[in-house]
């Protein structure tokens, strides 16, 4: 007799890469999965794991088996997601993986607003600047802010917004020692430092018209803390390039001033990262078309 769940647990470990992945993901006991593995190879019998307590593969009867495994899971779901599209209200647990920053700066708002709109939605927000699997952590979605193109892979990517970095400087700084007016002129300036290595800095900026110049300095500040490096931007002491989206509030405070607002100082975006879109649950694919539209505000 078919166990469909053996069919779900094989997909789980293969796509997990182990047994002790698959059993977090899923927050069940490792030897539920090795029961469940096990009687499928005794139904069909063949092995399709090889498993030791160091080394994990997949046989290539495995591999050809998981294809169809994997296409029927992604039909199940697919009709279970069909049936609760039919209902207004959303419900389940959606993980989602961000920076510090993106969290404090730009998401926080976004995401309490949701929860209000779904109340039977459970958000889990794992909080790391650190790169995350997310098919081994089974998280469903991922903000990144990146620079370039991210590699290719089988992650499902959508623009979230531009995030552009810009020379700032407190009000109190720029009435002592005036607002520098071109890139050379920054020389003369105190700049603050993202980052404690190396102890000397310099600003790679870029103008509208596409020219490039680099200032180097030497940092009266040098930290891995955005917050306190802006904290002392805003105190007057230096000038700090940050991404623009962490200013916004102060910008419109008065507490900080934008300098050179012909040039960048660094350019990225930010992408929103899926696993896949087949068999995505409602909750899911309702928070990530949200953040595409909320993040809007930023474009």
Known sequence: MIDLNDYFYFVYVVEHRGFAPAARALDIPKSRLSRHIQQLE????????????????IT???????????????????AEATVNRQSTTLAGPVRISCSVAMAQWVLQD?????????????LIEQVTNQHVDLVESGID??????????PDSNLVQRHLMPAPWHLFAGQRYVDQFGCPETPQALMQHSGLKLGWKPASGQWQLRSTQGVDAVVPFQPRLCSDDIETLK???????????????????????GELLRLLPEWTAGDAEVSLLMPSRRGVMPAVSA????????????R
């Open 42 to 57: 005794e139904r069909l019998g063949v092995r399709l794991l090889q498993r030791t307590s160091r080394r994990f593969a």
């Open 60 to 78: 290539d009867v495995g591999q050809t088996f998981f294809q169809h495994a994997r296409s029927m899971v992604d039909e199940m779901e697919a």
């Open 231 to 253: 904290i002392a931007a805003i105190q007057g002491l230096g000038i700090v390039a940050l991404p623009a989206y962490l200013c916004r509030p102060e910008l419109e405070r």
């Open 287 to 298: 928070l990530a078309d949200y953040l595409v539209k909320a993040c809007a505000v930023y």
């Open 141 to 150: 979605l991922a903000v990144r802010a990146h620079t370039g193109p991210l």
């Open 110 to 122: 976004f995401f309490l607003e949701f929860l209000t709109q779904h109340p039977k939605v459970t």
